[in-house]
T-cell receptor
């Protein structure tokens, strides 16, 4: 079963617009929520991460919003650029001695000029 | 380059053959992970090492799969008697040995079974 549900699976945004990707989880043991960016032929690269003790984290044009009670979190990409065109994965991992990361299905973002 | 390195980048083999992949993690990282990614999906956890100890294996890791990290540095993933369904990208990641440390991924080995 899909423990981290991600939507939409594809997204087309105009240059300068806001890209929004949503994720939801069920496992209350998850307490670390990274987002990864993946370009074709490359491995996933960490973009930004959040823990549930904060409701928002911003790094440059990228913002994570987190709603612990709803078990939902989202990535906002402000002023989207063609170079942002990639596949984005939300992910989650639990507390404990290690981090087994569970990924969402991915969102293929295309930013058009 | 001090990132995670994987070799080979591409492997094409016939069904039934054995294949072995290598991962060199970031040198300071104690933890090493293997994931599998199929087209249009997110990576799926396969197994995890802390130093040389293999601490967890996913149900996805059938008896045909074996992973080692003999000296706590590089790791190998071997698939015996490959099947069509093994075609995927095999990703390696590494991280520091403490909670909530980000995993750094290599660029993967793409396996194609003919």
């Amino acid at each position: 079963q899909q423990q981290v549900k991600q939507s939409p699976q594809s997204l087309i945004v105009q240059k300068g617009g806001i890209s929004i990707i949503n994720c939801a989880y069920e496992n209350t043991a998850f307490d670390y929520f990274p987002w990864y960016q993946q370009f074709p032929g490359k491995g996933p690269a960490l973009l930004i991460a959040i823990r549930p003790d904060v409701s928002e984290k911003k790094e440059g044009r990228f913002t994570i919003s987190f709603n612990k009670s709803a078990k939902q979190f989202s990535l906002h990409i402000m002023d989207s650029q063609p170079g942002d065109s990639a596949t984005y994965f939300c992910a989650a991992s639990p507390t404990g001695g290690y981090q087994k990361v569970t990924f969402g299905i991915g969102t293929k973002l295309q930013v058009i000029p | 380059d001090t990132g995670v390195s994987q070799d080979p980048r591409h492997k094409i083999t016939k069904r039934g053959q054995n294949v072995t992949f290598r991962c060199d993690p970031i040198s300071e990282h104690n933890r090493l992970y293997w994931y599998r990614q199929t087209l249009g999906q997110g990576p799926e956890f396969l197994t995890y090492f802390q130093n040389e100890a293999q601490l967890e294996k996913s149900r996805l890791l059938s008896d045909r799969f074996s992973a080692e990290r003999p000296k706590g540095s590089f790791s190998t993933l071997e698939i015996q008697r490959t099947e069509q369904g093994d075609s995927a990208m095999y990703l390696c990641a590494s991280s520091f040995d403490s909670s909530h440390q980000p995993q750094h991924f290599g660029d993967g080995t793409r396996l194609s079974i003919l």
